[in-house]
């Protein structure tokens, strides 16, 4: 089992910025990937940004250019800079865990992001 905590949502207005962590416990040497999904009011969730144990990352078209993903695997955190933060990307933002073997997906509670003036 692995367990995942989010930190630093909050609110921030229009073109600011904000920086989320997940600090990953239990069996962490199982994880293959982890990465931010987001869930605004009435939508579905989306991936927002993933990175792996090897260091490729993939983003959403939306984020690109604005998010950046890394990792600290000595740390078994994951941390989503969050630049020119839009109103649309209001919304829950989850971490996420995937372990390939075993083909399971780990989810922490998520931490809200506001972005209005």
């Known amino acids: 089992q692995v367990q995942l905590v989010e930190s630093g949502g909050g609110l921030v207005q229009p073109g600011g910025s904000l920086r989320l962590s997940c600090a990953a416990s239990g069996s962490i040497f199982s994880i293959n990937a982890m990465g931010w999904y987001r869930q605004a009011p009435g939508k579905q969730r989306e991936l927002v940004a993933r990175?792996?144990?090897?260091?490729?990352?993939n983003y959403a078209d939306s984020v690109k250019g604005r998010f950046t993903i890394s990792r600290d695997n000595a740390k078994s955190t994951v941390s989503l800079q969050m630049n020119s933060l839009k109103p649309e990307d209001t919304a829950v933002y989850y971490c996420?865990?995937?372990?390939?073997?075993?083909?399971?997906?780990?989810w922490g509670k998520g931490t809200l992001v506001t972005v209005s003036s």
């Open positions: 996420n865990a995937e372990e390939y073997i075993r083909g399971m997906n780990y």
């Open positions: 990175i792996t144990v090897g260091g490729s990352t």
